[in-house]
Structures are given as C-alpha cells and as structure tokens.
C-alpha cells in the first residue's frame, strides 16, 4: 500500500507566509452534539478550502486539522486509533520542561494572502462555534528569506522535498491511518534582548549553523548544547527527520516575540526523541525561549475525513 499525495492534508509543504494557529477543546455537553459537529466540519472543510483555492487560486490556501488522543477517544470510543497517538506528557530536563497543554482539536490555516486564512476560519467557526472553546488563537508571518525570528533560516535540517513525504505521511506500518500525520504543536516565547546581546558568534555557536549563510558549524566550533546537535534524533545509529515549521509572531508594542513550532511527522515516536534531547541536554536555545504549550495531533488523511463525514467505520 503506497502512499498517496491527493490524500494527504497540507502536512509536508511550506508553513505559508501569513498564518492562523488555532487549537480547542470540545465543550462535552452532548456528545451527540460534538460528533455531529465534527462530522459536519469534516464534510464541509474540503468544500471551504477548494472554493477558496477557486476563488483565490494564486492564495495557495493549504490547511491541516487534526485530533488529539483525548478527542479521538472521545468522540471515537469504538473506533481504531492510529498507533502512536498518545496523551502528551511534559519533557522535564535538568533546566527546563516542555509543558503539556491538553486541547482537543487543531488548526494549521495558511496562504500568501492574510485574508484567505482569515475567511476560511470564519466559515469553520460559523459551523463549529457553539460546540467548542477557543484555547489559543496564533497569527504568524513569514519573516525575511524564511528565517526564525532570532533571526537564522529555518528548515535547513528538514529533508529534501522529494523525500519529505517519507518523513511526514504515515505509511504502510499502520494501513488504517494510511496518508495521515502526526503533529506536534509547541509555542515558544523568546527574550529577544538578551539575545541580541549576544554577539553573533555566540548567537551561532548556540544554534550550530552561521548566521547570515547558513553555512553549518564545525563540530568543535559548536557549543556542547547547540541547538542542531541536541534536536536529532539518531536513534539505531540513523538520523531520523521531520518536517519542521517554525512560524514567527510577535507583537512588537508588547515586546511579545515568539515561535509556533510545528512538527509533522510520520512517527511521533521521532518528534518525542527530539524533544527529550533537547529538554534532557539543556538546548542552548532554552535559555532564551520559554515554552509554553504542547501537544500532539493525529491529522488524519481526506479519506478518513470522508468516513468521519459519513460516520463510518475505521
């Protein structure tokens, strides 16, 4: 059984320039309720993001929407579930923790025009809005030539893009959630004046890679704790990868900067390896980026959205 694209929701492309993060919770006031509401969001979402694609088509609307493991096994009880959703549990390091903020449902809205997004959530709460709460609402930007507001490019460590479905769409090894994905969503904020206090160099030693070329660090050129060293995942002597999107936001007035960090993967097992590196090594990156929220998603494939519309089976 081979993976297929057209089935695959927007989980291995680019994280769009401007962006809505949103995650949920279900109400569960009746649960009849919720599912009817899930079911409907789920036949219509297809139909929202092809009439917008239509409407806007140089927009390039893409979207991902996913569930957490406590909504599947609530609004599933009697259903498969893929085989590596869990509950996230806090990463606890000698420092710092990767906190677990539990929410049911998740949203990744993304086109070149800030209205796309805009009008595609609008629609989605106009159906969903009675059954949920909103937990967190996130608007990110593209920043220049694609860099991390610390101001590195980002993605350099992704796979190619010919193999980044491998690395994103669950495959074979769970035939039932076949063209899904996992989602790891973290929000981070960043004490932007200390480190921009740091001189370059430092600011390069920390995350592994120059600055301005992106050129990668010698090993010894590196601190211990560099962020490109303690986020791999070499499990079994092989650099396993992800597909990583890290979205700034900020609001400047506020002296409020961060990132939204995404990670679609086709093993969750991989993202959580990842993370208990850099939480368990101290990442450099830690002393200037908080985390304040985690949680992973299952997003699954269209043709799971179809049977979740029809109510049946999976």
């Known amino acids: 059984m081979a993976i297929d694209l057209k089935d695959v929701q927007a989980v291995y492309k680019d994280a769009g320039s401007n962006i809505i993060f949103s995650t949920m919770d279900l109400k569960r006031e009746d649960h009849d309720s919720d599912l009817e509401m899930i079911q409907d969001l789920a036949e219509h979402l297809p139909a929202f993001e092809n009439s917008l694609n239509i409407r806007y088509p140089e927009a390039g609307l893409a979207i991902a929407f996913g569930f957490s493991r406590k909504a599947w096994d609530y609004l599933f009880p009697d259903a498969k579930r893929p085989k590596e959703l869990e509950e996230f549990e806090p990463v606890v390091g000698p420092k710092y923790t990767a906190p677990a903020t539990p929410a049911d449902l998740f949203f990744h809205v993304r086109a070149k025009d800030s209205a796309v997004p805009f009008e595609l959530m609008s629609m989605v709460m106009e159906r969903i809005q009675d059954n949920v709460n909103v937990l967190d609402e996130t608007h990110g930007f593209r920043y220049f030539e694609g860099r991390a507001i610390i101001g590195f490019v980002d993605g350099t460590e992704n796979p190619s893009a010919l193999d980044t479905p491998d690395y994103a769409v669950i495959g074979d090894e769970d035939p039932d959630f076949i063209n899904g994905s996992y989602a790891f969503a973290q929000k981070y904020l960043h004490n932007l004046e200390a480190w921009n206090k ?8 920390a995350i592994g890679r120059k600055k301005f070329n992106d050129v990668e660090l010698e090993d010894d050129q590196k601190a211990t704790n560099a962020h490109n060293v303690v986020s791999q995942d070499n499990e079994g002597g092989i650099e396993h990868k992800i597909v990583r999107m890290n979205v700034p936001f900020s609001n400047p007035t506020e002296n409020v900067n961060g990132t939204y960090f995404i990670g679609y993967a086709r093993h969750w097992t991989v993202t959580k390896r990842m993370l208990e590196g850099m939480f368990s ?32 089976d999976f």
Not at 198 to 205: A, I, R, V
Request: hydrophobic share 30%; proline share 5%.
């Open 198 to 205: 740091l001189k370059t160099e430092q600011q390069e030693q």
């Open 281 to 312: 090594k101290s990442d450099r990156l830690l002393d200037f980026s908080t985390p304040e929220t985690g949680e992973v998603f299952f997003i699954p494939s269209r043709s799971v959205l179809g049977k979740i519309a029809d109510g049946e």
